[in-house]
């Protein structure tokens, strides 16, 4: 099993992703807030590139529905709540959840031509990890990145996912994912708060986020993502 990183969305070539199995990081927040989301209860995510295509879904549908994302680490004019991982309870579940967020959301919609995709983050790496070994597909680890420069957290989590993946053929760029993950784990949040998302996150006043997405391993819960509009849904309902 090959494993490769691409380190931005805008990095992947047509084709790249054909046939392989691919997970999606934005672990501050987007991707961590879909696992809590899921583990909450939660129906569903209907993933959207611009808030306005999110507000305009969320008004045409009829049944439970939250609409949730950010726009400079705050929830936009008329969402209901914001893109904050510790936000969702088992009030939530059997909701529709319609979101869109600067980074995450559209990292996903980049990686709708891999064959499998899951979005992944540090709270369930391994879990994420066992998902992508049970496709028996090559794979690659998408990193969402920080307003369109490389996001340490989210090779970190790349990382941990690869820490995983035992035996996998690694190339140049997971390989410097492993190593950053490696050199972070004994102290996750304090690496996490180092990097420009952490820091914009904590100027926000949510810094409890970035003690949430640091919580390795803490979520047995996966997404997957498909359909159109691109929805993600628990993995194995």
């Known amino acids: 099993m090959h494993v490769d990183v691409v380190v931005l969305p805008r990095d992947l070539r047509p084709g790249q992703l054909v046939g392989r199995a691919c997970a999606v990081f934005d672990v501050l927040r987007a991707t961590t807030t879909m696992a809590a989301a899921l583990a909450a209860g939660v129906s569903e995510i209907r993933l959207f590139g611009d808030l306005d295509s999110a507000r305009s879904a969320a008004e045409a549908f009829g049944g439970r529905k939250l609409l949730c994302g950010e726009s400079r680490c705050l929830p936009p004019a008329g969402f209901d709540l914001g893109n904050s991982p510790g936000q969702f309870t088992a009030i939530h579940r059997g909701t529709t959840l319609f979101m869109c967020t600067t980074n995450g959301t559209r990292a996903l919609l980049a990686a709708v031509e891999a064959e499998v995709v899951f979005p992944a983050a540090l709270v369930n790496a391994a879990a994420v990890a066992e998902a992508l070994m049970n496709t028996g597909r090559d794979i690659t680890l998408v990193c969402a990145g920080t307003n369109g420069e490389v996001a340490g957290e989210d ?25 950053s993950f490696i050199a972070a784990r004994n102290d996750l949040p304090g690496a996490l708060r ?44």
């Open 194 to 237: 180092e990097f420009e998302g952490g820091k914009n996150v904590i100027a926000a006043g949510l810094e409890g986020d970035i003690e949430f997405a640091s919580r390795l391993n803490s979520i047995d819960v996966v997404g997957i993502a498909g359909g159109n509009p691109l929805t993600v849904r628990r993995l194995g309902n």
């Open 155 to 179: 090779m970190i989590g790349a990382g941990a996912v690869i820490e995983s993946l035992k035996g996998s053929i690694l190339t140049d760029q997971a390989r410097k994912a492993s190593r």
